[in-house]
């Protein structure tokens, strides 16, 4: 059973931008602790090292990014669409990768999204 669903990502010349989506598969999400990773080519993915952007727990709902994504990328969530977004901006070629949406981080991710390709040519 698919529990999220991503859209978006795909090949970018340095500099550009693209925008992730991940969507709650015909239910609401069931946390709001909701966090993008990624995983470099070559790599396991890690939970420390490799995520994103996240939301913390409510009720502060506040918002994490990585030191690499910190002015560059922006999660966002639209809790009526039951969707998240990440729009990653000025993309550098360390940031092609395979790049997950999470729900409920915070307990080890109760699901995984399928994953989506995003490669930065130089």
């Known amino acids: 059973q698919v529990h999220l669903v991503q859209s978006g990502g795909g090949l970018v010349q340095v500099g550009g931008s693209l925008r992730l989506s991940c969507a709650a598969s015909?239910?609401?999400?069931?946390?709001?602790?909701l966090a993008w990773y990624r995983q470099p080519p070559g790599t396991e993915r890690e939970s420390d090292r490799d995520i994103v952007a996240a939301f913390g727990r409510s009720p502060d709902n506040k918002i994490y990014y990585a030191d690499f994504a910190k002015g560059r990328f922006t999660i966002s969530r639209d809790a009526g669409e039951n969707t998240m977004s990440l729009q990653m901006n000025n993309l550098k070629p360390e940031d092609t990768a395979v790049y997950y949406c999470?729900?409920?981080?915070?307990?080890?991710?109760?699901?995984w999204g399928q994953g989506t390709q995003v490669t930065v040519s130089s």
């Open positions: 999470c729900e409920d981080w915070t307990q080890g991710c109760t699901y």
């Open positions: 015909g239910r609401t999400f069931g946390s709001d602790a």
